[in-house]
């Protein structure tokens, strides 16, 4: 039995931007900061502009930032073991 396999597809490689758990839309941020306070691992900053990025890949995927921005600008990506 063969399986019909991509490999183009397979060997794609992702910017770590593209797998990263936490994507932020920067546009619908207004840095009000409770996805930084509520973050259980302590990995939202607020950068020199005032928006939310992620500091440390320590994310347990609990969802509090996703839940909680008032703006709905952070959206979690569950890894597939987790689903």
């Known amino acids: 039995m063969s399986a019909n396999i991509d490999r183009e597809k397979c060997n794609e490689r992702k910017t770590y931007a ?6 932020i839309d920067r546009e619908k941020c207004d840095g009000c900061g ?3 306070e509520i973050c259980p ?3 939202l900053r607020l950068d020199e502009n005032g928006k939310v990025y992620v500091k440390y ?3 347990w995927y609990c969802g509090c930032c996703e839940l909680e921005c008032p703006r709905k600008a952070i959206k979690l990506r569950l890894p597939y073991l987790v689903r």
């Open 18 to 23: 593209e797998i990263w758990p936490v994507e």
């Open 41 to 43: 691992m302590d990995i």
């Open 34 to 36: 409770v996805c930084v």
């Open 57 to 59: 890949d320590e994310c």
